[in-house]
């Protein structure tokens, strides 16, 4: 029974909570990078984008679990303040979700233009891409 489930008590949905949050709170920062990083063609290598993939797979197949685990206490609520917790809970796995989900996207989108992969493009192709918006090119700052 080594794959067996461990679910914890809800007394225990304060401290799974705060973990959940900073997750949150971490995962938007990431989402940010990534965003930075998609509007800069070239900016990330292959094994830089792969290690992002296996990690926000593995964080969604986390969130799955803490989904799980709200919807067990939200059968064991005994009162509001409980009620209220469980549906704060179950509001930022929604964020948390949807930014993992985004954050996957951004990443396939990104895995297409690493730097290797842009090196590996043939000039009319690569200028193509760009004339097509496929590919964009980065902005240049002002000064």
């Known amino acids: 029974m080594a794959n067996e489930r461990i679910w914890y008590p809800i007394k225990d949905m304060g401290t799974i909570g705060k973990y959940i949050l900073n997750q949150l709170n971490d995962a938007q920062k990431q989402y940010k990078i990534f965003k930075k990083a998609k509007?800069?063609?070239?900016s990330?290598?292959?094994?830089?984008v792969n290690r992002m993939k296996k990690v926000l797979?593995?964080?969604?197949?986390?969130?799955?679990?803490?989904e799980e685990q709200v919807f067990k206490w939200n059968e064991e609520v005994k009162n509001n303040f409980e009620k209220q917790e469980v549906l704060k809970l179950t509001q930022?796995?929604?964020?948390?979700?949807k930014i993992n989900q985004d954050s996957l996207e951004m990443a396939d989108y990104i895995s297409k233009n690493t730097i290797e992969n842009i090196m590996?493009?043939?000039?009319?192709?690569l200028a193509i891409k760009v004339l097509t918006e496929e590919l964009s090119l980065p902005k240049r700052k002002m000064n």
Do not use: C, F, H, W
């Open 39 to 42: 509007e800069k063609p070239g």
């Open 92 to 97: 930022v796995l929604k964020k948390l979700s």
């Open 57 to 66: 797979t593995e964080q969604r197949e986390y969130i799955a679990l803490y």
């Open 120 to 125: 590996l493009t043939d000039d009319i192709e």
């Open 44 to 48: 990330m290598n292959n094994e830089l």
